[in-house]
């Protein structure tokens, strides 16, 4: 157990509905990341997260936002879903800002249907 | 931007000896790192290299030489609950790992 935890671990949908994503981080760590994986791409790195700022930016559709709150979880917001949103979603989360260790959750599988 | 490049698959026998290796070419490079991820699960961590040479760790190893933009990782003794994918991920910037597609290594009895 990393110590990340992610809600829910699966959600299905339908196209153009909006869906909300959680992570929790590890006690203690103020960075969060957001990566999307899909069955024909590796791990992308969508966002990334560092004391409630924003630090990082990847390759995240403007369909998608995320959030850190002052409690240091984080929420990812997929709007208009498209069937090629269909994927897993996994937030990691370490102690600072840059080149940490990254501990990842298990993981949100979205199914869009 | 960046280009990351790994075997695709591996086989490899128990007990036996296995070398992942990974090139990548990326902008502010500040170290690489190594996961493992079995199927639908998590990445975990495995290594992390700023400085050229070995790191090792157990039966798990890794090299790296950032003038050549080469790493490998290296599993001895290997053992069936290690086949999954291996990803090798350059830190870009401090901030983003960039995964490659993965190593999927299969271990045979």
């Known amino acids: 157990d990393s110590g990340v935890t992610q809600t829910p671990k699966h959600l299905i949908t339908a196209t153009g509905q909006r869906v909300t994503l959680r992570c929790s981080p590890r006690?203690?760590?103020?960075?969060v990341y957001w990566y999307q994986q899909s069955l024909d791409q590796g791990l992308q790195f969508l966002i990334q997260?560092?004391?409630?700022?924003?630090?990082a930016k990847g390759n995240i559709l403007e369909r998608f936002s995320a959030q850190q709150f002052p409690d240091l979880h984080s929420e990812l917001n997929l709007s208009s879903l498209e069937l090629g949103d269909s994927a897993l979603y996994f937030c990691a989360s370490s102690p600072r800002d840059t080149t940490n260790i990254q501990y990842f959750g298990a993981g949100t599988r979205l199914s869009v249907l | 931007g960046q280009n990351i490049d790994q075997p695709t698959e591996m086989t490899a026998t128990e007990g036996a000896i296995v070398q992942i290796n990974c090139t990548y070419q990326t902008s502010g490079f500040n170290g690489l790192f190594w996961y493992q991820q079995h199927a639908g699960e998590a990445p975990t961590f495995l290594s992390y290299n700023v400085l050229d040479g070995l790191e090792e760790k157990g039966r798990f190893s890794s090299f790296l030489s950032r003038s050549k933009g080469y790493s490998y990782l290296l599993l001895k003794e290997l053992q069936m609950k290690d086949s999954a994918s291996y990803l090798c991920?350059?830190?870009?910037?401090?901030?983003?790992?960039?995964f490659g597609k993965g190593t999927s290594l299969l271990v045979t009895p």
């Open positions: 997260y560092y004391n409630g700022e924003e630090r």
């Open positions: 991920a350059p830190l870009q910037n401090g901030y983003a790992l960039n």
């Open positions: 006690s203690g760590d103020l960075s």
